[in-house]
C-alpha cells in the first residue's frame, strides 16, 4: 500500500521540489495551498503523514494542527511541521500542540525525505 | 542783621544740631532716641524748604494749589498699615539700604536695575537739594543788611559753605557703620529736632502775622475778598483743575513712599512696626497744622506788599517789615532746619545707593576681594563720604548755574515727576509677581524719557535759548509734540501733564513687558517673596532652590573681609546654631548662602552681595532630579512655593511623557522585531525555494524529465528574482522609514511622469491583457522627485494589474488639481479590496487575506513604501472605501 502525504504550503515552488521527491519515493503526494484547502482535502483522504508549513493565508499551520488533532479519525496521522520560524519559542509551541516533528526552511530534500519516512515507518 | 552776627547764630545752630546727633549716637538704646514720636517727627522731612517757604509763594500766586503736594500724603497714611508695613518687613529680612536696593532685590538682585534706578534717583534729588541750597542762599540774603554786597565767586558765597558744613555733618553721621542698613540713630534724632523747630516757628510766625498784624483770619478774610481775581485763587474752576488736582495728588502719593529720603526715614529707620500706627495719624495732622496759615500768611503778605513778586519769602519778610527781627531770625533758623533735614538725610540716601548699586557693583569688587577687612570697610565708608560731598557740592553747582531762575515749586514738582517714575515697578512689583526685571528696566526708562521730554527739556531749553519756540511749535514744528500738550492734551499744567504721560507709558510698557517675558528663576523666587511676604520666614532661607558647590570657609573668606573676623565667626555660629548644624559643616547649602549674600547686602548692596558670594560659589543649574529631593524632603515647603509646585508639575508632565516615549519604544521594539521576524521568513522563502530544486537537479542518480528539469530552472530563475526585488526594496524601505532619504525635488510635469509610469508596467499589462488609461492627458508642472513618484506609481500600477481579471482588466489614471495639491488616483476593476483590509493595505507585508488565485509576487513592502514616499513629500494615500467594483487608490503632493 501506497503511503499518503499531504503537502500543506503557499509557495509553489517549494512545493514543486517536495512533490517531485516525494513522489520519487513512491509517496502518493496530495497538495494544499493552505489550511483550509488542506482541511478540504482531508474531508476525503487520511494520508500518514502531513507536512505543514505555519505562515500561510486564511487558515494557519497551527489552526489546522489543532483541527486535525482533535478529530478522531486523524489520530493515526503524524503531522510535520515545515517552517522557516526557528526560533526556540515557536518550535516549542509547534511541539505543545502535539507536531510529530519540527522541521525548518530552508531545508534539504533528502534530510526532509529520511525524517519523514523515519516516522512512516 | 549783620552779616556776622546771623553767621555766627548759624554756627551756634549747627553746634547745638551736632550735639544732638551726637548724644543720640551714644545712647542709642535710650527710650528718648527710640519712639514712635521721633519716627514721626522725622517723616516730617518731607517739609522741606519747598514747603516751609514755597507754598505761601503758591497760594500767594494760584491760591489753594498749594494743597495737593500734602493731601497725596494724607491720603497715603492709612495705607501705611498695610503697605508700609510690608516694605518694612521685607526690607528688614533683606537688609535693604535703600530704594535702589529694593528695587532690584525685588527683581532678582538684578545689577543694571539698581544702577538705573540710583541715577534716576540722583537726577530726581540733585536739583531738589539744589533748591534747598537756594533758598537757603536767598533767606540769607533777606536777613543780611548787608545788601551791597553781592558775592559772586564761590570762595565768598555764604551758601558754599553752608553746603559744605551739611556734608560733613552727613558724612559724620552718615557713615558711622559700614553696613548702610544699621539706623542712623543721630541723623534721626537731630531730624526729630527741627521738624518740631520748624513746625513751631512757622506757627508763632502764622499766629504772629494773623493775630498781631491783622486782627485775627477773619479780619485778614475780608481784606482780601475784596481784591481782584480772589474767587479765582480759591476756587477750583471746572473740570481742568480738578485733574489738575487730581494728577498732583497722585504725585504726591507716589512721592511720600518713593523720595529717597522718605523711604530712608520711614522704612529703613524704622525701629518698630508698631510705630506706624502713631505714625499714620500723627503726621497727617502734622501736615495740617503746617499748612494752617499759609493761606493767611499769604494774604497778608500780598496785602501788605502789594506785588507778589518775593511771595515765596512773605514769611520772613512780614516780621521784618515790622521790625521784629528776632521773629524773621525764627522764621530764618526754621527754614534752615528744613533745609539741612532734607538735605542730610537725602545725600544719606543717595551716598548709600551711589556706593551700593553704582560705584561698588560696577568697579571696585574685584578690589575688596583681594583686600583686608579694615581696608574694605575703610574703603566702603570713604566710598560713600566722596559720594556725599560729590553730591552736595554738584547740587551747589547745579544751583549757581540753573536755579536761580526758578521757583521752589516747579523744582520740586520736577523732582516729583522723576521719582515717580519708579512706582509702576515698585508699587505693581510688590503685589504682582508676574512684574520682570526687564519690564521695570523698559517702564523707567520709557517713562523717565518721555518726563524729560515734557518737562525737563522745555524749561533747560529756556533756560539757555531764551526761546519759547520749543514749547509754543513743538518738535520739528509738529503740534502733536508740543512737549506740554503731548497728544493735544493741553489743558493739564506742566508737571501733572508729564505725571500724566510718563505714568501712562511707564505702567503699559511695564505690563506688557511683563506679560511678554517671563523672568528667570532666580528672578520668580524673589517676586514670589515679594509679593507673598507673610509666608516670607519659610520662604526666605529655604525658597531658593539652588544646587552647587561651596565651602563655609570660602564664603567665611568673603564675610571675613567684609564684616572682620569677629562678626563673622560670630555671625556663622549663630547660622550653624539655628538650622541645627555642625559647627564644622564643610559644604554650604542654599540657606548658607542666602544668609551671606543678606549679610553682606547691607555693607555692599544686594547686587554685589550676589557677585561676591557667587565668586566663590560654583552655581549649577538645578536638575530636575535635585528638585524632586528637594520636594521629598521638605513637603512643608513646597506648599508655599509656587515655584517649586511650578517645577513639579512640570516632572510630573515630563515622566508621564517620558512613560509614553517608553512604551513607545518597547512597541516600536516589538514592531521592529515582528518587521524582522517577516522579513527573514520572506527572504527564507524563496531562498528555500533555490535551495530544494537545486539539491533536485545535482543528484546525479536520479534521472530527471529534461521538461522538469527546466521547469525548476524557471523557479530558481524566479526566486532568485525574488530575492533581489526583497532585498531592494527592504533596503529602500529602511531608508525611507529611518528618515535618511532625501528627495531630489525638481519642477517637473506630472503628465510626462504618469506616461512614464505607464509605459514601464506596459508589458505585465499586455500580458494579461490588461488595459490603462491615461485620463487626463493636460500637462501640469509642480515640485517633486519624479524617481520616487514614479516608483508609487508603478507601484500602484502592478498592484492593479495583479488584482485586475485578465482580458477584462481595465486601469484609469487620472489626476485634478486642488486648492493646495495635486490629486491623483489608480482606478481599477479588479476584485476590490475587502473593508477588513481597508485600515491595513498600507502596512509593511500586510498581503490581502482573501488572495484566491495563487499567490501574488509581492515583497509585501510595496504599498509601504509608497505610502512612505508620498508622506516624504507632505502628501497623503489613501484607499476610497465606497466604490461599486474595483479599487480606486488615491495619492496628493502638495504644491510648494
Known amino acids: ?121 | 542783621m549783620n552779616n556776622y552776627a546771623l553767621i555766627f547764630i548759624i554756627i551756634i545752630y549747627l553746634a547745638v544740631l551736632f550735639y544732638i546727633a551726637f548724644l543720640a549716637e551714644k545712647k542709642r538704646q535710650s527710650k528718648w532716641v527710640n519712639n514712635p514720636y521721633v519716627y514721626t517727627l522725622s517723616l516730617a522731612v518731607y517739609c522741606s524748604a519747598w514747603t516751609y517757604y514755597g507754598s505761601v509763594g503758591i497760594a500767594a500766586n494760584s491760591g489753594i494749589n498749594f494743597l495737593p503736594i500734602y493731601l497725596g500724603p494724607v491720603i497715603a497714611a492709612p495705607l501705611w498699615i498695610v503697605v508700609l508695613r510690608k516694605i518694612i518687613r521685607i526690607s528688614k529680612q533683606h537688609k535693604i539700604s535703600s530704594i535702589a536696593d529694593f528695587i532690584s532685590l525685588r527683581y532678582g538682585n538684578n545689577r543694571f536695575l539698581g544702577a538705573l534706578v540710583t541715577i534716576i534717583c540722583l537726577f530726581g534729588t540733585l536739583p531738589y537739594i539744589s533748591l534747598q541750597l537756594k533758598a537757603v542762599s536767598e533767606t540769607f540774603e533777606i536777613m543780611s543788611d548787608d545788601t551791597s554786597y553781592i558775592s559772586t565767586a564761590v570762595i565768598d558765597d555764604s551758601t558754599f559753605y553752608v553746603a559744605l558744613i551739611l556734608a560733613i555733618f552727613a558724612a559724620f553721621f552718615g557713615t558711622q557703620n559700614t553696613d548702610a542698613s544699621e539706623k542712623h540713630k543721630g541723623i534721626i534724632a537731630s531730624v526729630a529736632f527741627e521738624s518740631i523747630l520748624k513746625l513751631v516757628f512757622f506757627l508763632i510766625i502764622g499766629a504772629y502775622v494773623t493775630f498781631y498784624l491783622f486782627n485775627g483770619t477773619t479780619a485778614i478774610y475780608n481784606q482780601i475778598s475784596i481784591t481782584d481775581n480772589f474767587k479765582q485763587l480759591t476756587t477750583l474752576s471746572g473740570v481742568e483743575d480738578g485733574f489738575n488736582w487730581f494728577f498732583l495728588i497722585g504725585l504726591s502719593f507716589m512721592a511720600i513712599f518713593l523720595l529717597p529720603r522718605q523711604f530712608q526715614v520711614s522704612v529703613l529707620e524704622n525701629n518698630r512696626e508698631k510705630h506706624l500706627k502713631k505714625a499714620i495719624w500723627l503726621f497727617p495732622l502734622y501736615l495740617l497744622l503746617f499748612n494752617l496759615f499759609v493761606i493767611f500768611i499769604a494774604w497778608a503778605g500780598k496785602l501788605t506788599f502789594g506785588s507778589t513778586q518775593n511771595a515765596e519769602y512773605y514769611s520772613l519778610l512780614l516780621p521784618l517789615e515790622n521790625g521784629n527781627s528776632f521773629l524773621a531770625t525764627l522764621v530764618f533758623l526754621g527754614g534752615f532746619s528744613a533745609v539741612i533735614s532734607m538735605v542730610v538725610v537725602s545725600t544719606l540716601a543717595l551716598s548709600t545707593m551711589v556706593s551700593n548699586n553704582l560705584v561698588i557693583p560696577y568697579g571696585f569688587l574685584d578690589k575688596f576681594i583681594k583686600n583686608q577687612p579694615e581696608r574694605n570697610s575703610k574703603y566702603i565708608k570713604n566710598i560713600r563720604r566722596i559720594s556725599i560731598f560729590t553730591i552736595i557740592i554738584s547740587a551747589y553747582f547745579f544751583y549757581i548755574s540753573f536755579s536761580k531762575e526758578l521757583s521752589l515749586y516747579s523744582i520740586g514738582l520736577i523732582s516729583f515727576v522723576i521719582i515717580s517714575q519708579l512706582a509702576p515697578s515698585f508699587f505693581i512689583g510688590l503685589y504682582w509677581n508676574r512684574g520682570s526685571s526687564k519690564a521695570a528696566i523698559i517702564g523707567i526708562i520709557v517713562g523717565f524719557l518721555i518726563a524729560v521730554y515734557t518737562l525737563v527739556l522745555p524749561f533747560t531749553l529756556r533756560a539757555y535759548t531764551g526761546t519759547e519756540d520749543f514749547t509754543q511749535l513743538g518738535l520739528f514744528g509738529i503740534s502733536a509734540l508740543k512737549p506740554y500738550a503731548l497728544f493735544g492734551i493741553h489743558f493739564l499744567s506742566p508737571p501733572a501733564h508729564a505725571f500724566f504721560w510718563s505714568m501712562t507709558f511707564n505702567v503699559l510698557s511695564y505690563l506688557v513687558f511683563s506679560l511678554v517675558s517671563k523672568g528667570n528663576y532666580r528672578e520668580r523666587n524673589y517676586a514670589e517673596m515679594f509679593v507673598d511676604s507673610k509666608n516670607f520666614t519659610t520662604l526666605q532661607d529655604s525658597a531658593l532652590v539652588w544646587k552647587g558647590e561651596a565651602y563655609v570657609s570660602d564664603i567665611k573668606n568673603v564675610l571675613v573681609r567684609f564684616l572682620g573676623d569677629k562678626r563673622a565667626t560670630r555671625a556663622l555660629k549663630i547660622f550653624f546654631t539655628k538650622y541645627k548644624l555642625s559647627q564644622d559643616t564643610q559644604l554650604a547649602d542654599a540657606r548658607l548662602i542666602n544668609f551671606s549674600e543678606k549679610l553682606l547686602t547691607g555693607s555692599i548692596g544686594s547686587a554685589s552681595a550676589k557677585i561676591l558670594i557667587a565668586s566663590v560659589v560654583k552655581e549649577e543649574q538645578i536638575s530636575l532630579v535635585e528638585v524632586l529631593k528637594i520636594l521629598e524632603e521638605s513637603k512643608d515647603n513646597i506648599v508655599s512655593n509656587k515655584v517649586l509646585l511650578e517645577k513639579s508639575n512640570q516632572l510630573t508632565q515630563l515622566s508621564s511623557k517620558l512613560k509614553d516615549a517608553n512604551e513607545e519604544l518597547i512597541s516600536k521594539d516589538k514592531q521592529k522585531d515582528e518587521f524582522l521576524d517577516t522579513v527573514a521568513h520572506e527572504l527564507k522563502t524563496p531562498i528555500t525555494g533555490i535551495r530544494a530544486a537545486t539539491e533536485l537537479l545535482m543528484d546525479e542518480e536520479d534521472d530527471m524529465p529534461q521538461e522538469i528539469k527546466s521547469q525548476f530552472l524557471k523557479n530558481i530563475l524566479q526566486d532568485s528574482d525574488r530575492l533581489a526585488r526583497l532585498i531592494h526594496n527592504i533596503l529602500d524601505f529602511e531608508k525611507l522609514e529611518t528618515g535618511r532619504l532625501h528627495l531630489d525635488m525638481q519642477y517637473q510635469d506630472i503628465q510626462k511622469t504618469i506616461t512614464k509610469a505607464i509605459s514601464s508596467t506596459y508589458q505585465i499589462a499586455k500580458k494579461k491583457e490588461v488595459q490603462i488609461i491615461n485620463k487626463n492627458t493636460h500637462s501640469f508642472k509642480t515640485n517633486y522627485d519624479e524617481d520616487r513618484i514614479l516608483q508609487v506609481l508603478t507601484n500602484l500600477l502592478s498592484n492593479a494589474i495583479k488584482f485586475c481579471l485578465p482580458k477584462k482588466g481595465e486601469i484609469i489614471v487620472d489626476y485634478k488639481l486642488g486648492n493646495t495639491c495635486l490629486e491623483i488616483s489608480v482606478t481599477d476593476n479588479g476584485k476590490g479590496i475587502p473593508d477588513e483590509d481597508h485600515d491595513y493595505i498600507f502596512d509593511k507585508f500586510y498581503q490581502s487575506q482573501d488572495q484566491n488565485t495563487r499567490k501574488p509576487q509581492g515583497s509585501g513592502l510595496g504599498l509601504a513604501i509608497t505610502k512612505q514616499i508620498v508622506e516624504k513629500h507632505h502628501g497623503k494615500i489613501w484607499a476610497i472605501k465606497d466604490i461599486k467594483n474595483g479599487a480606486r487608490l488615491v495619492f496628493t503632493i502638495p504644491f510648494k
Open chain 1, 1 to 121: 500500500m501506497k503511503k499518503k502525504i499531504l503537502i500543506v504550503d503557499d509557495e509553489p515552488n517549494i512545493v514543486m521540489s517536495l512533490e517531485y521527491a516525494f513522489k520519487k519515493q513512491d509517496f502518493e503526494v496530495f497538495i494544499a495551498r493552505d489550511g483550509s484547502e488542506a482541511l478540504q482535502i482531508l474531508k476525503h483522504h487520511i494520508p500518514n503523514v502531513v507536512l505543514l508549513d505555519i505562515m500561510m493565508p486564511n487558515v494557519d499551520g497551527y489552526q489546522t494542527l489543532t483541527h486535525i488533532k482533535k478529530t478522531n479519525d486523524f489520530k493515526d496521522v503524524k503531522v510535520v511541521f515545515l517552517t522557516a520560524k526557528n526560533k526556540a519559542s515557536d518550535i516549542e509551541k509547534g511541539i505543545k500542540l502535539g507536531a510529530d516533528k519540527y522541521l525548518t526552511k530552508p531545508f534539504s530534500v533528502k534530510k526532509i525525505v529520511s525524517e519523514i519516512l523515519e516516522l512512516v515507518t
